[in-house]
């Protein structure tokens, strides 16, 4: 018997109608255009309105639609691996609650953390239990309603993020296409530059904590550049080198969209040309675990069969990763 890939069979992507524009932000914190073009590659960035609605709510026509496009029904669904980093709630597993909400009766479900890497931990997860045979019908899910934990107030980090979400459906293949290796790394004494500094188990939300401003995105953005812009560049490089792959190799890169100076370096470390660089971040800003997926999602149309792509990521806390995967269709 062949060995058994995990295959992506299907991907599609929501991403909420509100833009926000650089010329909107321009009116609320003290910024302006060309700065941000230049810094970051960000034009504008979609956000999630309407009261009540969280990352689930963009994660259901995700889904729905890549069912549609699949031809299946919720019901055929084993797993459902959703990362976030802004969960619906803390507590349950906003899996669980995507599941309720597509019908997804038949599935078990768990939220995975690792910030913008998410996508890519939940990618060589979700893999694990297609190739040994366990289930056959995976969907792993990025995505992030990155206003609910923005300051709108600080103009270093409310210019990067936006809301988006993308879904890919795994399944097994045993023709050689599909998630064929993967490189990931996680350093927790990168936390001081990228985090959360309230809402969790070592400060719960108080009044002080409100007062002080500690439930939004904390970044030390220099710092977190010079790591990012080394290790992504690296561990593509690394996951290309031990699969024999030269740049003519490949197809596509499909990088994290944090910030388009990070993405050239990328670029420029694996040789890969600019034309098979897969850039959104101009429509879309960081998206945190939406990027990959909706990066997929867009250029689904000019993959083809057999195609090379390395994903690669970079995230808070620290985490980094590359995956190679082969397109099946
Ligand atoms: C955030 C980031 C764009 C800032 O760019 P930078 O070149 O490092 O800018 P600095 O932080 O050094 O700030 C330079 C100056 O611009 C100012 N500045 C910051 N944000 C600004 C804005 N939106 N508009 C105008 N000026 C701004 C700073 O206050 C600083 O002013 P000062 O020199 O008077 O103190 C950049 O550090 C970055 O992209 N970091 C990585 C972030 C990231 O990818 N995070 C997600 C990881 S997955």
Redesign the pocket.
Known sequence: MNKIHAAITAVNGYVPDYVLTNHE?ETM????DE??TI??GIKERRILKGEGLGTSDMAVPAVNGLLKKRGIGADEIDLIIFCTTTPDRVFPATANILADKIGAKNAWGYDLQA???GFLFGLATGSQFIETGKYKKVLVIGGDKMSSMIDYKD???????GDGCGAVLLEPNEEGYGVIDSVLKSDGSGVPF?HQKAGGSVSPASHETIDKREHYLY???????KF??TNMAEVAAEVMERNNLKADDIAWLVP?Q??K??IDATASRTGVSPDKVIINIERYG?T?NGTLPLCLWEWEDKFKKGDNLILA????GFTWGSIYLKWAY
């Open positions: 932000l914190v003290e910024t302006n700065w941000i810094r970051t910030t913008c890497s103009r270093a980090t409310c210019i990067i993020f990228l970044q030390e953005g220099q710092a977190v550049f990012a812009v994290h944090a910030n100076r990070i960081n945190t990521a970079f995230g808070g």
